[in-house]
């Protein structure tokens, strides 16, 4: 996996409430085998107005102008900020394959949906919580100021404006470090394959049936 | 100190180790997989040389994108090229590593969470994991089940454990009775509204009280099911005399004396009287009236005799500016009523309410009655092969056909349109499915989640009906 300890990029507005992963990439995409090429489809049906196919060319496809990642001042934007419980519905990773496909590496909000966080860490992808308050601020100096950029250091835990203010946000411990570091988190399992076995063991003795073929 | 929660029983016996960074492994005793979210794990397994942990313990079945007619040509009645190519990668991983799989033709092939019940391959205190957010369905047994993503996917098949960090504890308790006519979709749309589809978020919720436990399993999964609607990965409800009559009999269920050593230790998965929650939300079952959502979250419903809400009467911004939206896609008017809204097509199917006696249910409705000829289609979509059949046996099948309705072969089907059913652009669908999210089930497509009564009342008027006015 790719490590992240610092980031800065040019920020994008995503100004709705309960984005949920239907939207960030529809259906018919995910009938591909590949863990690539999802970027063009990214929020397809907010961002072309036609319906897409999957394996199409996209470059000729009628665009939305009003969708924000059709702006050209945030075309090459690599923070996406969005609003409360980000991510909800599906669990298909295809949703942070396609943010990271764009060219996302942080996704800041006021709240996410559970197994999009998760999935988001397993791809390099670093989603942020902040305060309401603060990311509402941070909407507002986004749309004031064309190119706005904000810092994110994973090591120390914060987000940096163009003007110096800081915010600090929360992650774990252990998902910090596999980002960090770029860590397989299989291999990291795997290193407590004896544990595993042991568990295994014991409750095939406790609980046979959990172990049991189809009669 | 404080007695346990059954979400804390359940994380205490499966946990392998706690870590010191507050991250734990815990072990999988069972993992189901389907065609969408299963190749790129296979393919990292191969990639990194990695083998399956434990074989056994895993199922598949292709859901997602199988057609549901022509069943007769396999694979080959896929007409979709993209489609028929993620099954075949499916079958492939599956016969390669060895995995059970219910291929396209075999009768016990359906949608994965309606499968793992049926066969007894889901277990009162297991760990279920499945590539899907809709295996909360499998708390129903008193399980610890959850949705993962695909690297998990691969974490769990290269390791059979998963990295977890403990939930926070909710109980939503369903007091009373529920009235006739009111059913477990009802209540999970009803408690969705009441907690939002983030107020799960961050803990696992066990469903409880009396109104619940009067309830049957098919019922108890419907709810368990949408927990994820709330926001909550994992949904429970604790094993009692419902559960474990369910489960007797059933091929993967233990027999004998494993059978009674079983029984006793599901006995003790349930709460104790003493455990704390960190939150508690109660609601009284006979308040509930048959549900209907108008919006493009799962959050945005109300009671069938109730109206499509008005924007500025809300005072939050942001829900504000989302009830505007929701209405201008869904091409609803403020204050129009439930009843008005009128229907293109019904969809009675997916992991929420495709089993036997969801069918009963609205073959109850449309016995003896035609669908409307207002609508374009409705259908009907079972939930596996087995639930196909039961239902031919019981006459349901002539009862839909002879009434309008289409009587299709097993999948996840119109629920997610990955197959060839769909909502055209602006069509309006009383749909028994999970999620009324935009372009959910087609470009353009509006969704309003109901019950299958609720769903085949609408097909025999064409609008919304209050199913209790024709139940008499």
Known sequence: MRALQQHQGIVAPMDRSNVDTDMIIP????????????GPNLFDELRYLDEGKPDQDCSNRPINPDFVLNQDRYKNASVLLARRNFGCGSSREHAPWALDDFGFRVIIAPSFADIFYNNCFKNGLLPIVLDEEIVEKLFQETYDNEGYQLSVDLETKTVTTPSGE???????????????NGLDDIGVTLEDADLIREYENQRRQTAPWLFNAAH | MAGKTLYDKLWDDHLVKQRDDGSALIYIDRHLLHEVTSPQAFEGLRLAGRKPWRIDANIATPDHNVPTTDRELGVEGIVDPVSRIQVETLDKNCDEFGILEFKIKDQRQGIVHVIGPEQGATLPGMSIVCGDSHTSTHGAFGCLAHGIGTSEVEHVLATQC????????????????????????????????????????????EFGGDAIHDLSMEARMTICNMSIEAGARV?????????????????FAPRGEQWDKAVDYWRTLHSDDDAEFDKVVELDGADIQPQVSWGT?????????????????????????????????????????????????????????????????????????????????AMVVPGSGLVKTQAEQEGLDRIFIEAGLEWRDPGCSMCLAMNADKLGQGEHCASTSNRNFEGRQGFG??????SPAMAAAAAVNGHFVDVREMMN
């Open chain 2, 162 to 205: 998963l990295v977890q960090q403990k939930m926070k504890n909710m109980l939503v308790k369903v007091n009373g009775t529920l009235g006739p006519g009111v059913t477990g979709k009802d209540v999970v749309l009803a408690i969705i509204a009441r907690i939002g589809t983030a107020g799960g978020t961050g803990y696992a919720i």
């Open chain 2, 297 to 377: 979250s799962p959050e945005m419903v109300t009671g069938v005799g109730g109206t499509v809400p008005d924007p500025t009467a809300e005072e939050d911004p942001i829900k504000r500016e989302g009830i505007v939206r929701a209405l201008k896609y869904m091409g609803l008017d403020p204050n129009m009523k439930i009843t008005d809204i009128k229907l293109d097509r019904v969809f009675i199917g997916s992991c929420t309410n495709s089993r036997i006696e969801d069918l009963r249910e609205a073959a109850k409705v449309v016995k003896g009655r035609k669908v409307s000829p207002i609508l374009k289609q």
């Open chain 2, 445 to 450: 497509g509006r969704t309003h989640l109901v």
């Open chain 1, 166 to 180: 800081s915010f600090s946000f929360e992650v774990d411990d252990f998902r910090r470090h596999c980002l960090l």
């Open chain 1, 27 to 38: 259906k018919q995409f995910l009938k591909s085998i590949k863990r690539t090429g999802f």
């Open chain 2, 235 to 251: 949904g429970m409800v604790s094993v009692d005399d419902t559960t474990i009559d369910y489960v007797r009999g059933r091929p």
